[in-house]
């Protein structure tokens, strides 16, 4: 069988990947672990442009926001299922921050996402009244594990996924295709999540990921429709089901629920509302990072039948159509560039 790509994970970026180079009319097969821990099973799917602690935009926000709107459009097309939630999020502002967000809108050319006046009257019984807002207009969600669910479907309706973990071993890299039992290909494209930091061909590459455990609440009287964001995050899924989160650790990278996580988060909801809830579920999940937190994206130099797209981090839903994009046309041909501050290339400058 002869294809012009192999692509190993199909969790969002192996997804995105696949939907771009199909757009390009590319063949492909997806290898898929079953048993493989992925971020994209946990992920909240939370959509945000900014950095709240520095009031900035999130890094190429401008360029990454309206291809995300685009692909993720679609792919609703396409799987014929709705995927992405636009919508807006209310900022906590604390006893200085009302200022701090004036003040920041103008300095750093905020105005398109931001609301300039914060909102002092936001009125929804189940939250303090004491809190001042600031609204952010192009939020929301996308439905992640929709999403997979719907493309793996679609894949196998094309005969393009394979259930099944990838030996490395077994990987036959000639100069010009690489082949897996009986599949060749140009190019093998590694979109493992943090499962790539065990990948014997990326030993140079400086992963530092992180755990993340979310909450999902069922919370009747709260009645939101706008995600609220403090020190956790509030967003509402439908039929009054919420999900809340997210922690971040460094160590004991597993998926593992924490008893240590679950008060974390409580706690930090109850900051924001004393309203009954009951916990539905408690999932947890290793985001795929690395050192500098910018996603690696590219072909091994000295291996160039060998590419990985990886490290989206926390801002996946956000930057990994764009970069899935630069990436698929650089895999065709059309490109010859990568934006440097993810080219793999940054991790073999020295040698």
């Known amino acids: 069988m002869n294809v012009d790509f192999i692509i190993v994970g199909q969790g969002l970026a192996g997804t995105l990947l696949a939907h771009k180079l199909f757009r390009q009319n590319k063949t492909f097969v997806v290898f898929n672990d079953p048993a493989q821990l992925k971020s994209s099973d946990v992920a909240a799917g939370l959509i945000n442009p900014v950095v709240f602690r520095r009031m900035t935009k999130s890094w190429l ?3 990454a926001f309206p291809q995300m709107e685009t692909t993720y459009h679609e792919l609703e097309e396409l799987v014929q299922e709705q995927l992405y939630f636009p919508g807006q999020m209310m900022k906590i502002l604390g006893e200085d921050g009302i200022d701090f967000w004036k003040e920041k809108i103008f ?9 300039v006046e914060p909102i002092l009257n936001f009125r929804n019984p189940a939250i303090s009244n004491t809190f001042s807002f600031g609204c952010v207009n192009k939020s929301g969600r996308l439905d992640i594990q929709k999403l997979i669910f719907a ?3 679609f894949l196998n309706q094309q005969n393009s996924i394979r259930n099944e973990k990838l030996d490395y071993e077994k990987l036959v890299l000639q100069p010009d295709s690489v082949a897996y039992d009986n599949v060749t290909a140009s190019k093998i494209i590694f979109c493992e999540g943090s499962a790539a930091s065990q990948n014997p061909f990326f030993n140079s590459l400086k992963f530092k990921h992180s755990k993340g455990e979310v909450l999902e609440l069922k919370i009747p009287e709260l009645n939101l429709n706008e995600i609220v964001s403090d020190e956790v995050f509030v967003m509402p899924i439908g039929n009054h089901r919420y999900k809340v989160g997210a922690t971040y650790t460094w160590d004991e990278l597993n998926d ?3 008893d240590s996580a679950r008060n974390e988060l ?3 909801f109850q900051n924001i509302s004393s309203t009954h809830f009951e916990v539905l579920s408690q999932k947890a999940g290793i985001r ?4 500098d937190r910018k996603p690696v ?3 091994l130099p000295d291996n160039p039948q060998i590419g990985i797209f990886n490290g989206l981090g926390s801002k996946g839903v956000l930057l990994g159509p764009y970069f899935a994009k630069q990436l698929a046309v650089f895999l065709i041909g059309n490109s010859s560039t990568i934006h440097p501050e993810v080219d793999i290339n940054r991790y073999f400058k020295r040698r």
């Open 61 to 63: 926000v401008d360029d």
């Open 107 to 115: 300095a750093n050319q905020l105005e398109e996402y931001l609301e």
């Open 151 to 153: 493309f793996a479907k």
């Open 256 to 258: 593992e629920i924490t």
């Open 266 to 268: 409580l706690d930090k």
């Open 288 to 291: 795929p990072t690395m050192h």
């Open 297 to 299: 994206i590219g072909l």
